[in-house]
């Protein structure tokens, strides 16, 4: 996903924008590099 902010350079200064920014490149992240879900350890005898 490209995001271009036309009054931001290489670095995105203003507060809103980068508030926005960082909870794209978080949901990203967890989109594409999420743990899978956790298994329960059983600590049963077998």
Do not use: C, T
């Amino acid at each position: 996903r490209l995001i271009v902010w036309p009054d931001e350079n290489h670095w995105i200064l203003k507060g809103e924008n980068s508030k926005f920014f960082y909870q794209e490149v978080h949901a990203w992240l967890k989109k594409y590099l999420g743990a899978p879900n956790a298994m329960v350890a059983d600590n049963s005898p077998q």
